[in-house]
């Protein structure tokens, strides 16, 4: 479980980094909106808006994000200024949203509170004392007189 938690903190961490190091910004206009269903939780399928944009070497872009400022709230045919990964430009977020490292955190906390839990649950000397008071597989297979 922590490897999960770290593998999804380090993906997030070098997509900030990314747009952060070689990021190009570009003017772009919104395609569509769609805002999370009634049943979703907050942030758990949060609104995501299309948005269309020419990138510095004149390839056409069409892809969404849910990472966006929505102040003042944004809609369709709205202009947006998007920051993009030149080498991957659907890798791409509104400029104002800035570095989000709060995911990276949040996994990687994850990943520390996972290990320090294993670390602990499968420490040698918990496991010794286990088969030495009888807690063994073999311990509960007695047979009765």
């Not at 990138?55 to 929505?70: A, I, L, M, N």
């Not at 709205?78 to 920051?83: A, C, H, N, Y």
Request: proline share 6%; aromatic share 12%; net charge neutral.
């Amino acid at each position: 479980m922590a490897a999960v938690f770290a593998a999804l903190a380090i993906v997030l961490a070098y997509d900030s980094y990314v747009l952060a190091t070689r990021g190009q910004v570009a003017e772009g206009v919104v395609l569509a909106r769609t805002d999370a269903p009634y049943w979703a939780g907050k942030g758990s399928d949060g609104p995501r808006i299309t948005v269309r944009f020419t990138t510095k070497d004149g390839h056409q872009v069409e892809d969404w994000t849910g990472e966006f400022v929505d102040d003042p709230p944004v809609g369709r045919g709205d202009p947006i200024r998007v920051v993009y990964d030149r080498d991957y430009p659907s890798m791409f977020q509104d400029v104002r949203w800035g570095s989000d490292y709060l995911g990276t955190a949040f996994f990687g906390g994850g990943a520390v509170v996972s290990a320090a839990f294993g670390l602990w649950e499968f420490r040698p000397d918990r496991t010794a004392r286990h088969r030495s008071q009888g807690r063994s597989p073999r311990a509960h297979t007695r047979s009765h007189d």
